[in-house]
């Protein structure tokens, strides 16, 4: 392990960045958050951690000046979460995307590449693109499934990632994180990670954008007939992986890992419904969903003796505690 006691985070206001921060801020670590502010809720986490840490350190920048606070900075590693993250805004605005996560991306890992800082990147499992529907499935009552080999298994790091169609979003992340391995950084492609400080919509954060409509009451709009399976992984236990990669940076360099909750934190949109009871409306497939996808996460559990340890069912019990609170907090 190499000493790792000051970090940078690139949206560290954001969901993960947030927690994340919190976590190594308990560990003692100095951290410095960089965050332009307009994801939704971004403001919110960062004066709750302004109230929590007084003292942290806040840069308000994008990162189109990215390099230029890297190659300043004295920090041991960069957390890059910073990004454009709806397919649906990729489509809308694909230069935006790429100026965001392709570029963006270029100009943290290639300052911190220059000075042998290491960079932990949060990729995404859209970067296998169409591949991933090209599995034969088995059509369960509440859910599809994959058939074969892959079956209870999951995508690994092996799988697919060429040139079949990914979507603007899934292009710009793939480019990011091959610039980031390439200078030598860590990339993690996350499944569907959720958990508090998370403000989801329909686009983003689908599981808080369930929690949330359910208890204020809105409607909830499903695209497709709802048995799309994700594994859902909570923070608690992404942040603690996200720990063990920086601190096994220097041994790490250029991998690439599937991070979710793996198999056994599978669920359906159908089946999260019923646990929260609520009653969807319907609308069409959009581009490119995945009916299937779940992360076969052998390769970080041996390379970093990691496993997550907190279910769906308590992972969303907390999340619920937490958005009830917030949504009273905001009323």
Same mark, same amino acid.
């Given at each position: 392990?190499?000493?790792?006691?000051?970090v940078? /985070?690139?949206g560290?206001?954001?969901?993960?960045?947030?927690?994340l921060?919190?976590?190594l801020?308990?560990?003692? #670590?100095?951290v410095?958050?960089?965050?332009?502010l307009?994801?939704?809720g971004?403001?919110i986490?960062?004066?709750?951690?302004?109230?929590e840490?007084?003292?942290?350190?806040?840069?308000?920048?994008?990162?189109?000046? =990215?390099?230029?606070?890297?190659?300043?900075?004295?920090?041991? $590693?960069?957390?890059?979460f910073?990004?454009?993250v709806?397919?649906? +805004?990729?489509?809308?605005?694909?230069?935006?995307?790429?100026?965001? !996560?392709?570029?963006?991306s270029?100009?943290v890992?290639? $300052?911190?590449?220059?000075?042998?800082?290491?960079? /932990?990147?949060? &990729?995404? !499992?859209?970067v296998?693109g169409?591949n991933?529907?090209?599995?034969?499935l088995?059509?369960l %009552?509440?859910?599809?499934?994959?058939?074969?080999?892959?079956?209870?298994?999951? /995508? &690994?790091?092996?799988?697919?990632?060429?040139?079949? +169609?990914?979507t603007? #979003?899934g292009?710009?992340?793939?480019?990011?994180?091959?610039?980031?391995?390439?200078?030598?950084?860590?990339?993690?492609?996350?499944?569907? /990670?959720?958990?508090?400080?998370q403000?989801?919509?329909?686009d983003?954060?689908?599981?808080?954008h369930?929690?949330?409509?359910?208890?204020?009451?809105? %409607?909830?709009?499903?695209?497709?007939?709802?048995?799309?399976?994700?594994?859902?992984?909570h923070?608690?236990?992404n942040v603690?992986?996200l720990e063990?990669?920086?601190?096994n940076?220097?041994?790490?360099?250029g991998?690439?890992?599937?991070?979710?909750?793996?198999?056994?934190n599978?669920?359906?949109?159908?089946e999260?419904?019923k646990?929260?009871?609520? @009653? %969807? @409306?319907?609308?069409?497939?959009? %581009?490119?969903?995945?009916?299937?996808?779940?992360?076969?996460?052998?390769? =970080?559990?041996?390379?970093?003796?990691?496993?997550?340890?907190?279910?769906? @069912?308590?992972?969303?019990?907390?999340?619920?505690a937490?958005?009830?609170?917030?949504?009273?907090?905001?009323?």
């Amino acid at each position: 392990m190499i000493a790792i006691k000051k970090v940078l /985070i690139t949206g560290g206001a954001g969901f993960i960045g947030s927690n994340l921060a919190r976590h190594l801020i308990g560990k003692g #670590y100095q951290v410095t958050v960089l965050d332009n502010l307009q994801r939704k809720g971004s403001e919110i986490n960062l004066k709750r951690m302004q109230k929590e840490f007084p003292k942290l350190a806040i840069l308000k920048d994008d990162l189109d000046n =990215a390099d230029k606070i890297v190659q300043k900075l004295d920090v041991d $590693a960069v957390y890059h979460f910073a990004a454009q993250v709806a397919v649906t +805004k990729s489509y809308e605005n694909p230069a935006d995307d790429f100026r965001i !996560n392709a570029q963006g991306s270029f100009k943290v890992a290639s $300052a911190a590449g220059s000075r042998g800082i290491p960079v /932990i990147y949060a &990729s995404t !499992n859209k970067v296998y693109g169409d591949n991933v529907n090209d599995i034969e499935l088995q059509e369960l %009552p509440t859910r599809w499934e994959f058939k074969g080999d892959l079956k209870g298994r999951g /995508i &690994s790091e092996s799988f697919s990632i060429d040139s079949k +169609k990914h979507t603007p #979003y899934g292009v710009s992340k793939l480019v990011g994180e091959m610039y980031v391995r390439e200078f030598g950084g860590i990339a993690n492609r996350f499944s569907c /990670i959720y958990g508090e400080n998370q403000f989801g919509d329909a686009d983003q954060g689908w599981v808080s954008h369930f929690v949330f409509s359910k208890v204020r009451g809105i %409607p909830i709009t499903i695209y497709g007939d709802g048995k799309q399976v994700r594994d859902l992984l909570h923070i608690q236990d992404n942040v603690r992986l996200l720990e063990q990669e920086g601190l096994n940076a220097k041994k790490l360099k250029g991998e690439v890992f599937c991070v979710g909750g793996g198999h056994d934190n599978t669920i359906s949109l159908l089946e999260l419904c019923k646990m929260l009871d609520i @009653k %969807p @409306k319907f609308a069409d497939w959009r %581009p490119a969903d995945q009916k299937v996808y779940y992360s076969d996460i052998t390769k =970080a559990s041996k390379m970093l003796n990691w496993k997550p340890e907190v279910s769906v @069912k308590e992972g969303i019990s907390r999340m619920s505690a937490w958005i009830n609170k917030i949504v009273k907090e905001m009323e």
